[in-house]
């Protein structure tokens, strides 16, 4: 499985939004498996960085229930970057994902893009076959930019990613 995560224009170097794209996958999300995370990371920017980590706010105003992953992916500017992690389980202390995979849906991906990005919490394509259902909640990324010879600023931003479910194929 795939997420992906975009932060806005955070640098001058990172002149537009959506420059930094990633996401993570795997096949554990809803099965039976011991699989990990495997993270695939876009820069669209014109500046190489390096993802340092991606913290989940489960409940903003508690700590203490934050999943952090330390990354430290090394992205060159306009190339895509990606490794694997042990899994960790990103789907906890969240309701909407709760009921969400409790109604029988598939995780597809994790991400900080979609393709209608004015949807939240909201079924978004309702055909006979197929649906989608995406939930989301807040993340903060650091990240430093790499720039010749000069010293790395760690810069870090609050954001969000969405959760982007299916239905399950019987």
């Not at 952090?68 to 994902?97: H, M, Q, W």
């Not at 009921?99 to 991906?109: G, H, I, P, Q």
């Not at 949807?119 to 394509?125: A, Q």
Request: overall charge negative.
């Amino acid at each position: 499985m795939l997420i992906m995560l975009t932060a806005p224009a955070f640098s001058a170097g990172l002149g537009g939004e959506d420059e930094l794209k990633f996401a993570f996958y795997s096949a554990a999300w809803g099965e039976n498996t011991d699989d990990g995370l495997r993270l695939v990371v876009s820069n669209q920017s014109n500046v190489s960085v390096v993802l340092e980590e991606v913290r989940f706010l489960k409940t903003p105003e508690v700590a203490d229930d934050d999943i952090l992953l330390k990354i430290g992916l090394a992205v060159p500017a306009g190339r895509y970057a990606e490794t694997e992690f042990r899994y960790t389980d990103l789907l906890s202390n969240n309701e909407c994902i709760r009921r969400t995979m409790d109604s029988n849906w598939r995780l597809a991906e994790v991400s900080n893009y979609t393709l209608n990005p004015s949807v939240r919490n909201l079924i978004i394509e309702n055909t006979d076959s197929f649906r989608i259902y995406q939930c989301v909640e807040t993340i903060s990324m650091r990240w430093r930019e790499v720039k010749g010879d000069s010293i790395d600023v760690s810069k870090t931003e609050e954001s969000w990613i969405l959760y982007h479910f299916e239905t399950r194929q019987d």
